[in-house]
């Protein structure tokens, strides 16, 4: 109905003229997630945030690619949250850092490394040579991804990730798959908070790479996709992580318990560039 002409005599008295609401622009999510996790040796932790600094410094004069960059805390465990616009981007970083990074892997040592890539397979091709001798494990995209938006450029980095790894039970990935499309679906029009959401797998694993701009976000978007849960978890076993500021993770403590999820919380040196 168009609030124009004679008709707005009737809406007056009989509707709120307001604005269609507009959906949310969506583009196709292709960027590359490098996501190191190292396991720190007791009372090295001290000498491994000692280097976060030049890690700061030398990334954010370093590669253009670069999108979010920032370290997450987990007991002795530490991650780095980094995405890039492609696998160049990748590739440059690591040079960026070659020399604070070295000192990084000397302190965790042999094994202290466990070393994950997101991103599409093109992508991830290209980064085979340089990260596949690391014992990296690469999760290609599923073509689908979703790429909403970003916070600022050059803003402090304050977004929540939700980090579910689904292992799937023997012969049930085609059925796992089909719920995808679903999940898709609902992510579109749910939750206007969400920045990024995507399916990526390796194996029989399958992870969902999930960022929002706040822990209200992050509990919209799992109301959004309660009802898929169910089928989901009926043939998959899930691996469930948290990431972002302490302050917005107290906010998920009642919805997302420790004692099922791991929670990261973030450093304050975290960006977006």
């Known amino acids: ?16 003229c307001s604005p269609s609401p507009q959906p949310k622009m969506v583009a ?12 720190v040796p007791e009372g090295k932790m001290g000498e491994m945030k000692a280097l976060w600094s030049t890690f700061y410094e030398k990334t954010k004069a370093g590669t253009d690619s670069c999108l979010y960059y920032g370290f997450m805390e987990s007991g002795n465990k530490v991650f780095c949250r980094e995405g890039y616009k492609d696998a160049a981007g990748c590739l440059a970083h690591l040079g960026d850092v070659d020399e ?13 490394l466990d070393l994950y890539v997101y991103g599409p397979q093109s992508e991830l091709d290209k980064l085979q040579e340089a990260l596949g001798p690391l014992g990296t494990k690469f999760f290609a995209g599923d073509g689908s991804a979703l790429w909403f938006g970003r916070e600022e450029k050059g803003s402090k980095d304050s977004h929540v990730t939700i980090c579910p790894t689904f292992t799937v ?3 049930k990935m085609e059925e796992f798959q089909a719920v995808l499309p679903k999940f898709y679906d609902v992510t579109k029009k749910g939750t206007d908070q969400c920045l990024y959401y995507g399916f990526f797998q390796s194996g029989n694993k399958v992870f969902c790479r999930e960022g929002y701009t706040s822990a209200a976000g992050a509990l919209a978007h799992l109301d959004d996709v309660k009802d898929l849960f169910g089928p989901t978890l009926a043939i998959a076993t899930a691996d469930l992580a948290v990431m972002g500021p302490a302050a917005e993770l107290e906010k998920l403590q009642e919805k997302m318990p420790l004692d099922a999820w791991t929670h990261y919380t973030m450093d304050e040196g975290s960006f977006w560039k």
């Open 1 to 16: 109905i168009l609030c124009d002409g004679l008709t707005a005599l009737y809406l007056v008295a009989n509707f709120e």
């Open 28 to 39: 196709q999510d292709t960027h590359v997630q490098i996501a190191p996790y190292f396991t």
């Open 100 to 112: 604070p990074l070295k000192k990084t892997l000397e302190i965790v040592g042999e094994g202290g």
């Open 169 to 171: 039970n023997e012969g």
